[in-house]
Structure formats: C-alpha cells, structure tokens
C-alpha cells in the first residue's frame, strides 16, 4: 500500500513536468496565491472576462497540491455549513437562491470540463446517503422532511429496499437521493485546469511559498509581487500565513482506495449509477466508486494537529487506515479480500462558524475565498466567479449572494483550539458508537457536540 505521495488522483494520473519559480520581483493587475480550484477558476473566468489583465499565480508546491488534488471528489450542491444560518441573516429568498446557484454551479462545472477537454471521470449520479441504525433513519427522515420545504432540492426518500436495490449497504434502514451530485476524478480536474488558465496566458508560479500577504504585495523569498489585487485562496494552508495563525482552522480527512474489485463483488454492490455514496454518522464517511472500479473511502481519521500542523503530503496515520477498512468492510463484507492500494490525506478549511466565505476589500486590494470546510469542489467554482465579478466592478446576482464579504472571528489560541476539536470529534465517535449498538434515539453527546461547536448537521 502507498501512503502518502499526496494522493491516490496523482499517483493515477502522473504529474506535469514542475513549473519554473517565480524569477523576482514582478508587477502584475492579479496575484492569486494557492493554485487549487479556487485559484485556479478565479484565474479562469478573469482571463475569459478581462483577457488583458496580467494574472500571476503562486503555489507553493504545485497546482492542484492541496485539498483540490487529494478530495472525495463529490461535486455537489451542499451550501457549506447549512442553509439555515442564511435564513435568519438574510432571509428565506435570498438562501434559496443560493442554493439554486450550487445547484447550477454543479452543471457549470460540467459545462466548462466539457468545453475546455478537461476529462475528469465526470459522471453525474447524484449523491446517495445512506442510514443505517435507528437514530441515524429518524435524522434522515427529519433531514428529507425539511428538504421537502424547498423547492429545489429535489431529495428523495428511498425505504431500505429500494436503497438496497441501488447501493447494497448492509444494515440500511433507508436513504436519501438526490441528483446534484457528480463524481470526478480530482486530480484531473486541477491539472486540466491548471493547463487550460496557462493556455489563457495565467502564468503559474510553483515551489514559490508566499510568507505574507500585505495590502497589494504577496511577499515570498524569490520576490515579491505587486498587484492591484492580491487572492488569498490558500485554504487549509492559511493558518501558515503571517498574521492569519488563528484563521481558517486546517482539519484533516483522510481516504483510502481499494484495488479495482472484481466484477463479482460488484454485482453484489450494485453502485451502477456512480453516485457519490455518504451516510448519517456524525463522523461522517463519504465513498465514490472510481472510473476503474476502485471504492475510495474518507473520513475523518485525526481530526487536527496541535498548533495548526498540516500533514506531509498526505501520510496517513496507520490508526486512520484501519478505521476507514473498518467501515469499508462493514458497509461491503464481499470487500473483505481487497488490497487497499493507498491511504492519502488532506487539510480543508474550518472557519470559527463552519460558513465559507468569498470577498474583496476595495480598501487593500485583498481578496479571499474559502473556508468550505468538506464542500468546496463546487463552491470554488462559485468562489471564482463571484472574485471575478467583484474584482471586474460587475455586480451581479452573484456578488449578491448571502456569502459574500461574510467575516467571521478567529479561533481560540492553543491549547483550546486542539482541546476543543479533540474532544469534538471524540464526542461524535462516542455517539455514532452508542447510536449503532444500542441506543434507539440520536445520543445527546452529539447534540451537545453539535451546540458547543457551532456546527449543524
Ligand atoms: C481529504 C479531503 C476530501 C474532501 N472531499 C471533498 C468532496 O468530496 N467534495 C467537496 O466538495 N469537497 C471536498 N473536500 C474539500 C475540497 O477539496 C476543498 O474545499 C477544495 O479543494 C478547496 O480548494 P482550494 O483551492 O480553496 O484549496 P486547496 O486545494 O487546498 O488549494 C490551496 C493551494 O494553496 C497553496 N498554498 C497554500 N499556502 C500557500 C502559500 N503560503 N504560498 C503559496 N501557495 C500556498 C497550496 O499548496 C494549495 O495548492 C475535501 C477535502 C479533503 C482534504
């Protein structure tokens, strides 16, 4: 088994010849800092609006190094910590729309892949979760329920045979489905990126580490870039910058890949619709089936590193590997004979409220996007046209959604912040544990979890 080397995506799909440094000191109308799909799209729509401007990327190691070249690769319509938060800052119209522009952004993506010959193993199955205990079916029930208030959610309920009939998990009490929801190959898809904005004429800078971002100047140890305006789209990575320690907060997932399994164990599965495949535990799993019939499967894992730490290039603590073959066999007994070929991880970005953001200040220069904490596939899609549109002085329906210019406070200092996360995540596997063995209602430690965390479910 390979642990590590970034990912599984990257160990498929082989890495570009490196892209030079940046040469010295330069001058530019864009830098954006991090080349993940945040930076990557933004780059993208600018070029395509505005193609004289002079957009400059640095990446400190290569394009698509972070969470975009490592992730699930769920391309889905979540609105990053809930809908409900936006209903009472700014109403019930205003939160659908935005959930109607996740769901659009699910197609654009699509879209531009398709238009720009990125092959990334994109097939839209929806996304299928799956609940299998008893408190976990009255959460999904009530979770259906409340989508139903929407008219544009499109979920359904599916009973234990139905959901069965699609995704033979044992033990299902039931599922939910919904269609916006497609399953990609990550890695591709930042590397086509990557490709297509350099073809625009963005010039991407790799091995270039920004140490600080200052209004109009992006500060590395080649040189610095000026530029009107300056993308801070470094994500998990943020709390590396100076001066942003206690920003977003960099927790960790992890996966592993199967070996391609065989034709056998999947007509036990079934899966034939490539949906992408998560459940109703509070440490929640998520599982794509892959383009050469692989099941890579995530979860937390270690949640979070004492003082901010990031992982390197994607080791994976062996304690993480087991609990994710714990779940896979679980959920597939006929996967019990599988090699795991590779156990990667990653860094997403936890904001204080578990809300993403996306803004520019007109004052310095400094534009951000981020904080999707596990959903940002296609909200970076999002991301980058909003930057586009407020960088360009456009407004549009877009600079109008609810996310945008949205601040929030830092996280405590250490050892709280460790000691809070710890014991957040402790308290979700204790839950999950008790819900599955024996209790018959959701376990008030969760709740509890859920209320001191600021997180909703
Ligand atoms: C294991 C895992 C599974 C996930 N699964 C899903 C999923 O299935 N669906 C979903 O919607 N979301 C998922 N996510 C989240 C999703 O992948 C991210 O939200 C998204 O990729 C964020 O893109 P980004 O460009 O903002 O950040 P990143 O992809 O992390 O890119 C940031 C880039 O900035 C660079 N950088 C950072 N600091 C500096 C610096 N100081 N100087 C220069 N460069 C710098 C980094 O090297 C990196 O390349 C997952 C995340 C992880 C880690």
């Not at 070029?47 to 969470?67: S, T």
């Not at 794509?288 to 099941?295: E, N, S, V, Y």
């Not at 959920?331 to 090699?339: E, G, I, N, Q, V």
């Not at 940002?376 to 002085?393: F, K, M, P």
């Given at each position: 088994m390979i642990n590590g080397d970034?990912s599984f ?61 490592r992730n699930g ?177 960099p927790m960790n997932s992890s996966l592993i890949a199967t ?22 535990a509070?440490a929640y799993m998520y599982a ?8 890579a499967i995530g979860g937390r894992g270690v949640p979070y590193r004492?003082?901010?730490k990031t992982d390197s290039d994607g080791q994976t603590p062996s304690s993480t590997v087991e609990l994710l073959r714990g779940i896979l066999h679980r ?9 795991i070929d590779h156990a990667w991880s990653g860094v997403l ?25 596990g ?46 996360v710890t014991?957040?995540y402790q308290?979700y596997s204790?839950?999950d ?25």
């Open positions: 970034v995506w990257w160990s498929q799909v082989g890495r570009d010849a490196p892209r030079a440094p940046l040469p010295g000191s330069l001058r530019a109308d864009v830098c954006i800092v991090g080349a993940g799909y945040t930076g990557l799209w933004t780059a993208y729509y600018l070029k395509k609006a505005a193609p004289q401007l002079r957009v400059v990327i640095l990446e400190q190691r290569f394009a698509g190094y972070g969470a975009s070249g690769g769920w391309l889905t319509n979540a609105v990053t910590g809930g809908r409900d938060q936006y209903v009472t800052t700014h109403g019930r119209d205003a939160t659908a729309r935005f959930q109607t522009h996740m769901n659009e952004t699910v197609d654009e993506v699509i879209r531009v892949a398709a238009l720009e010959g990125i092959d990334a193993d994109i097939v839209k199955g929806g996304e299928f979760t799956v609940a299998y205990d008893a408190p976990q079916q009255s959460r999904l029930v009530a979770s259906v329920r409340a989508e139903h208030l929407w008219s544009m959610t499109d979920v359904e309920l599916l009973s234990a045979k139905e959901a069965t009939d699609r995704i033979n998990v044992v033990g299902t009490t039931g599922a939910s489905w919904h269609p916006h929801c497609a399953r990609i190959q990550p890695a591709k898809l930042a590397a086509g990126l990557a490709r297509v904005v350099e073809a625009l004429g963005v010039e991407i800078y790799e091995d270039t580490r920004v140490s600080e971002i200052l209004p109009r100047r992006a500060v590395t140890d080649r040189g610095t870039v000026e530029a009107e305006f300056v993308v801070r789209a470094t994500e998990g990575f943020t709390a590396g910058l100076k001066n942003l320690h206690r920003a977003w907060l070996e391609p399994l065989n034709a056998q164990v999947w007509d036990s599965i079934g899966w034939n619709g490539r949906d992408a495949l998560g459940d109703m509070h794509q089936r892959t383009a050469d019939d692989r099941i004492f003082g901010s959920f597939f007994p006929a996967t019990a004979d599988a090699a970005g936890v904001p204080r409220d578990w809300a993403a953001t996306v803004g520019l200040d007109h004052n310095s220069g400094l534009a951000w996007a981020g904080g999707y904490v959903t940002g596939v296609t909200t970076t899609n999002l991301a980058g046209r909003t930057l586009t549109d407020l960088i360009l002085g456009t407004p549009s329906t877009l600079t109008e959604l609810p996310w945008v210019n949205h601040r929030v406070r830092n996280w405590e200092p250490e050892p709280c912040r460790w000691l809070a014991a957040l308290a204790m839950a544990h008790a819900e599955f063995t024996r209790r018959t209602t959701t376990s008030p430690l969760a709740t509890i979890a859920d209320v001191v965390s600021g997180r909703g479910h």
